[in-house]
């Protein structure tokens, strides 16, 4: 990933933040492909929360981004659910030698995705999604390059804003609106799973978002049961 120049990164921000009045779906595509150009890297992608606060995909930049975010949404893990669950940037130099998601890393791997850095994506302050980058390479991320890719999230936080308006982005919306009306909640029951399992908190999301899917429940509801009576039923 080159050095960027904040000449550079200032321009593509100015001239992105005038796309939030298209369609939502354009706008997130246009950004992506934005982002290979700007930071020089192999592929990009985005993530937001549905309604199990599972990350879903929603755009990306060339198929092994694609598959990055299908096998993470599917898995439970990978360094975008860790964004996510943590509110924070999480970076990992060579998947072929990381330990943290083993059920993710041979399949990525093995289409090319070798280094990535996921940024969380915020909405008055809650985490609705990621923004993920990959390289082709062994990498190590230093803080320049985070705090770059931070600030190119606020970008696509103010297309996902308009999303919550635009009357023809009702799904966007309705999972935005879903993930910031029940993120307290969400986070007190992963909070409650880590004490009562001594686990940590992606692991613990983890179990909360599968005894969702179990009972076909949204997360919210699940959560606040747990918070309620103690139980996660059906879980493993």
Avoid at 132 to 141: C, I, N, S
Avoid at 143 to 163: G, P, T
Avoid at 205 to 221: E, H, N, S, V, Y
Wanted: charged share 25%; with cysteine; proline share 3%.
């Amino acid at each position: 990933m080159a050095n960027i120049d904040p000449d550079m990164l200032a321009s593509s921000l100015r001239r992105l933040g005038r796309v939030t009045d298209r369609d939502i779906g354009d706008a997130v595509e246009q950004a992506v492909k934005a982002c290979v150009a700007l930071f020089r890297v192999t592929g990009c992608g985005i993530m937001i929360a549905d309604e199990q606060n599972t990350l879903t995909y929603l755009a990306a930049s060339d198929g092994p981004s694609h598959l990055m975010e299908e096998v993470q949404s599917a898995r439970g893990e990978g360094p975008c659910v860790a964004a996510f669950v943590t509110d924070d940037i999480v970076t990992t130099e060579d998947l072929r030698s990381e330990t943290r998601w083993p059920s993710v890393t041979g399949t990525l791997a093995g289409v090319g995705i070798i280094s990535m850095l996921g940024c969380p994506l915020r909405l008055g302050g809650v985490p609705v999604g990621t923004i993920d980058v990959y390289l082709d390479r062994p990498h190590q991320w230093d803080e320049s390059e985070q705090a770059a890719l931070a600030r190119y999230s606020d970008v696509i936080e103010s297309i996902l804003a308009a999303a919550l308006t635009a009357h023809r982005a009702g799904e966007i919306a309705d999972q935005l609106q879903y993930a910031l009306d029940y993120r307290v909640v969400i986070e007190r029951a992963v909070g409650y799973l880590m004490a009562q399992r001594r686990v940590d908190a992606v692991v613990a999301f983890d179990l909360l978002r599968r005894a969702a899917r179990d009972q076909r429940r949204k997360i919210g509801d699940v959560a606040r049961e747990l918070l309620d009576t103690g139980t996660l039923s059906r879980s493993g």
